[in-house]
C-alpha cells in the first residue's frame, strides 16, 4: 500500500501544536511566559482556518486554556519541548485512509542541552489521539527538514539527514530510499546546508524550512538574505542556484521565488539571526505569516498576497519563537484531510 505526503497547501482536517513548559529552551519565567503568548498567538491565527489540537504537558491544562481560548482542543501527555513539526508525525495518505511517520528523534542531533525522553514519543501520542496507524522509521528525521511538494518532489539538506548528530552511518543513496518509501517522494534536491544562524546554541543545524519551500507544483519560494554584511547573502544565492538548475520529479524546471530576508542583521546579543518568511504555515484559506516589526514584513506579506490569492495573509510576530530555534511552521503540524 502506497502512502505520500500531500503538499502542504491540500486540504487539512486539523493542525497540531504543542504547548511549551519549562525547559532548558525557554530559560526563566519570563521567557517561558512570553512563549506561551507567542504560541497561543499562532493557534489563535491558524484556529480562524482549521481546527488545532494542543498537546499539553500534565498541569498546564489551565495555563494553555486561558491564552488559546476555549475553541482549541488540549491534549495532554508529557513533553519535553514544544516543536510539533519535529516532535510530531508526518502524516501520510494512501488516498483513502491516513497514517503517520514516526522517524526517530533525537534532540536535533543529539545536542547537549536537548531532552527528548518524551517528545521522542509524541509522534505515537498524536497518531493515537488522530486513530491512525503509525509507519516506523530508523531514520533521524525530523518535520522541519523536509518539504515536499505533493507530486513526487522533496527538499533535503545535507547537514540534517546526513549529520553526525543524526544518522552517520547513512549514505546518500540509504537517505533517498527511506525518505521515498516514507513520503511517496520520488526526487531528493539536496542543499548543502541551512542558514548560518541556524547553527547557533538551539539551532537545527540546517532544517530546510527557513531556507525554501514549495509553494506549488513547480515554484519553489528561497529565503534571499539582501545584506552583503550577513553570511547568508553568500548561501541565499547559492540556493537559488542550484534551484534555478533543477527539475522537479515531473521533469519541469523549478521557478524560483526569492523572498527577500528581513532588514535585522544581529540579534540582541550581536549574534547573526536566520529571521525567514520562508518559514510560514499554510493552513485551510489562510497564510500565517512570520513578522518581525521590521519593513520587510509588509513587502513578504505582498508576495503571499500575490502567490495565494485565495488566503487570507496574517502576520503574527515570530521574534520570540525564533529566539528559541525555530518559526511558526516550526511549531506546527497538518493533518491532511482524506
Not at 528525521?141 to 515536499?148: K, L, M, R, S
Not at 540509504?174 to 517522494?185: C, F, N, Y
Amino acid at each position: 500500500m502506497t502512502y505520500r505526503m500531500p503538499a502542504e497547501w491540500t486540504p487539512h482536517e486539523r493542525t497540531w501544536m504543542a504547548w511549551p513548559g519549562p525547559n532548558p529552551t525557554f530559560t526563566n519565567k519570563e521567557e517561558l511566559a512570553e512563549a506561551r503568548a507567542a504560541w497561543a498567538a499562532v493557534a489563535r491565527a491558524v484556529r480562524r482556518h482549521e481546527p488545532v489540537t494542543m498537546i499539553v504537558a500534565p498541569g498546564d491544562t489551565d495555563s494553555a486554556r486561558a491564552l488559546v481560548g476555549e475553541d482549541v482542543e488540549l491534549v495532554e501527555r508529557d513533553l519535553d519541548d514544544a516543536w510539533m513539526r519535529d516532535i510530531g508525525p508526518t502524516f501520510v495518505t494512501n488516498g483513502t485512509e491516513l497514517a503517520a511517520v514516526d522517524w526517530v528523534f533525537n534532540g536535533w542531533g543529539g545536542q547537549d542541552w536537548a531532552r527528548w525522553e518524551h517528545d521522542s514519543k509524541i509522534a505515537r501520542h498524536v497518531a493515537d489521539v488522530a486513530g491512525v496507524p503509525v509507519l516506523s522509521s530508523r531514520l533521524v528525521n525530523e518535520g522541519g527538514a523536509i518539504h515536499v511538494d505533493g507530486e513526487g518532489t522533496v527538499l533535503l539538506t545535507d547537514t540534517v539527514q546526513l549529520g553526525t548528530g543524526r544518522n552517520p552511518e547513512w549514505t546518500r543513496a540509504q537517505v533517498e530510499a527511506e525518505i521515498h518509501a516514507k513520503l511517496g517522494t520520488t526526487k531528493a534536491i539536496w542543499l548543502p546546508h541551512g542558514l548560518a544562524g541556524d547553527y547557533g546554541l538551539y539551532g537545527t543545524q540546517g532544517h530546510v524550512d527557513i531556507v525554501a519551500a514549495f509553494a506549488r507544483p513547480g515554484t519553489v519560494l528561497v529565503h534571499s538574505q539582501q545584506d552583503p554584511a550577513h553570511p547568508d547573502y553568500e548561501r541565499s544565492r547559492m540556493y537559488v542556484s542550484i534551484l534555478r538548475g533543477q527539475t522537479d520529479a515531473q521533469g519541469r524546471p523549478l521557478e524560483v521565488v526569492e523572498i527577500p530576508a528581513p532588514t535585522v542583521l544581529r540579534d540582541e546579543e550581536g549574534e547573526w539571526v536566520d529571521y525567514s518568511y520562508i518559514n510560514h504555515y499554510l493552513c485551510n484559506d489562510g497564510v500565517i505569516l512570520c513578522a518581525f516589526d521590521d519593513p520587510h514584513d509588509e513587502l513578504a506579506a505582498e508576495i503571499f498576497r500575490r502567490l495565494f490569492p485565495e488566503r487570507t495573509v496574517t502576520l503574527v510576530d515570530a521574534r520570540t519563537i525564533f529566539a528559541g530555534g525555530g518559526g511558526i511552521h516550526c511549531i506546527t503540524q497538518q493533518q491532511p484531510r482524506v
